[in-house]
């Protein structure tokens, strides 16, 4: 071998050296967006599902957690229906994402022609589980759940009582108070929780089952009372008001589950990239803080397989619930 093919030898390992390296240094995944993502929300604009996609977009960005920014959608359509039958829809396809509430599983049990079946969607991650409270206008005379039933009782169909769309979860909620006291009231479904919190202001509707954050801001404006939180125990950031096994109901307790799920037929790579991406997002300190400040217990996070489990368990759960309303047979 010739001196100069050493020298060249010598020029190029390292060379091939820097380049491994470089491979090495990129990215961790063998799969990244190839351009933006639409982050569908099932729900309409200023609820709870609505809140919590645009502050994990701002974290996302915020952190350039991603190389792709993340678009959210609203299609609040049919009680979730219209963004189910999207994603469905968009099977195979690795550049989608959605938010999804607990009308994940009561609406396509109670629409079975929608075509949808949510055990073929890729599960990527459980980011909160949302907790209700019931709700009355600050000027109410109404300071107590037993003051509630006995004026509910008196009024029935006459008390109206707001909530988003029919079979969701806060009409769910509405029926189990229905069952347990033993009073109907009217029902009237908005499309979103920034709606139904608005209505009540307005005195449009009587009473709510909001989720924290979607009256929180009249609630510190004292333009709305509390008066039983639908959980074990007591909030912290409503320390004053008791949880419905204190009112003498320990059965009244739900919440809703905020996860992120994809398509059917999402790679494994990408479903492997938007588990951490989330992941990320869930140990963030701005959503943790969000958490802490707004009664939504982000304690445990669930992902892929685990996930996939806790849809099949709580789907039964909802069609137990949704046989015992009447609402499905």
Known sequence: MTKPSILRRLVLLPMVALCSLAV????????EPKKPVEFIIMAGTGGGADQMARLMQSIIQKNDFSNQPFIPINKP???????????????????????TLNSFYTTPLQNPGLGVDISTFTPIGRMALDTFLLWVSSDSDIMSLDDYVMTVKEKN?????????????????????QNKFGFEVTYVPFPGGGTVAKNLIGKHIDSTVNNPSE??????????????AFTPDRL???????????????DLVYFMQR??????????????????????????????DFCASDGIFCDEWLAGEDLAAYHTAEKAKHEELLKGMGLIQ
């Not at 979730?80 to 938010?99: C, F, N, P, T």
């Open 157 to 177: 169909k006459d008390w109206k009582m707001g909530g988003t769309g029919q079979g969701q979860e806060d009409s769910l909620l509405t029926g189990m108070l």
């Open 215 to 228: 009256q929180l801001g009249f609630f510190e404006a004292g333009k709305s009372r509390p008066l039983v």
């Open 24 to 31: 090495t240094a990129g990215s961790a995944f063998a799969w």
């Open 77 to 99: 359509g049919g009680s979730g229906a219209e963004a189910l039958r999207y994603l469905q829809d968009k099977s195979g396809d690795d550049h989608i994402v959605m938010i």
């Open 236 to 250: 912290k950031q409503f320390p004053d008001v008791p949880t419905s096994g204190e009112a003498g109901h320990p």
């Open 259 to 288: 996860s992120i799920n994809a398509p059917p037929g999402m790679s494994a790579d990408a479903q492997a990239y938007y588990i951490d991406l989330f992941k990320q997002v869930f140990d963030s300190k701005d959503w943790q």
